[in-house]
């Protein structure tokens, strides 16, 4: 069985290169959109929404087929043409030039694959098959998304704030990983689902951590 490593990258600043301009190289490039990558697709024709895409400059369009040396600079690529050919060539590239690739025609192909992925605000959760069911991707990530509703963005941005402020002051690392620990353990989650919870002024931040900083 193929293995494959997680991580998440940042694309920020980067070239990603896609091959074909079809409905599944469209998937692929509004999954990196976020990504504020300089995203360049090559392919002789283009669906409605990526050309629109194209027409608001949110991604560049080579409108021609794929050729050697199109991949140079590239920092991702995706191998996303209807021609196993046309794809195997673009790996081959891209593998000799130690670019990472994804053939959307075939995971044994890929040096990575796409996840279907769960967004709510700062949290994601990508899932993989390693490629035996794409489908079945699809259907966790709709039992996901039903069991981490849109509350998680509200909780992850309070996480981050309060992250933020504590890792500003000066505590010991223990006490900084007991506060970080103790706001997790605050049921802030059941408070934004029932309308319960409000933004926290500087003063009730400074407040809520020189009360729990006491009591450690
Ligand atoms: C290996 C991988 C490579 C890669 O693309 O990275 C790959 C490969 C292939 N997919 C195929 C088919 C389908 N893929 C989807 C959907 C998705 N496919 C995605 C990822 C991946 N697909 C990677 C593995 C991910 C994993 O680890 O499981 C998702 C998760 C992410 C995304 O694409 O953004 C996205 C769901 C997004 C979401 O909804 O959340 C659907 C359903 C649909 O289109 O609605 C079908 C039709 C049903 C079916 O066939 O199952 C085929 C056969 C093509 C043919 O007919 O020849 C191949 C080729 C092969 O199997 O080798
Ligand atoms: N990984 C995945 O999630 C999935 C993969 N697939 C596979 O992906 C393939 C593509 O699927 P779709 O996007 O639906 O097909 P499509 O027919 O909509 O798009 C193919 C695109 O490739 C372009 N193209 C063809 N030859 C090219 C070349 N030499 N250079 C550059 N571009 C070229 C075409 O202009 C077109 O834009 C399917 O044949 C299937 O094998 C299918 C479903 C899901």
Not at 25 to 48: C, D, F, W, Y
Not at 132 to 161: K, M, S, W
Not at 185 to 201: P, V, Y
Request: with cysteine; proline share 3%; glycine share 6%.
């Amino acid at each position: 069985m193929e293995h494959y490593t997680p991580i998440y990258v940042n694309t920020s600043g980067k070239s990603i290169c896609v091959i074909g301009g079809g409905r599944v190289a469209e998937r692929k490039v509004k999954g990196l959109l976020l990504g504020e990558a300089r995203i360049t697709v090559i392919s002789p024709q283009l669906t409605p929404e990526l050309e629109q895409l194209h027409q608001e400059s949110r991604i560049e369009w080579i409108a021609r087929s794929y050729r050697n040396g199109d991949l140079r600079g590239a920092f991702l690529v995706y191998a996303a043409t209807d021609d196993l050919l046309v794809n195997t060539s673009v790996v081959q590239e891209a593998e000799a030039a130690s670019i990472l690739v994804n053939d959307a025609m075939s995971s044994g192909n890929s040096r990575f694959i796409t996840p279907s992925v769960v967004r709510r605000g700062r949290l994601s959760i990508a899932i993989s098959t390693a490629g035996a069911g794409p489908a079945a991707a699809a259907e966790i990530r709709a039992v996901l998304e039903r069991q981490f509703g849109d509350e998680y963005e509200t909780y992850l941005d309070f996480l981050h704030q309060m992250r933020m402020e504590i890792k500003s002051r000066e505590l010991s690392p223990a006490v900084r990983s007991k506060l970080l620990r103790r706001l997790t353990e605050m049921n802030m989650l059941e408070k934004i689902r029932t309308g319960q919870f409000h933004w926290w002024t500087a003063e009730e931040i400074g407040d809520w951590i020189s009360r729990n900083q006491e009591e450690m």
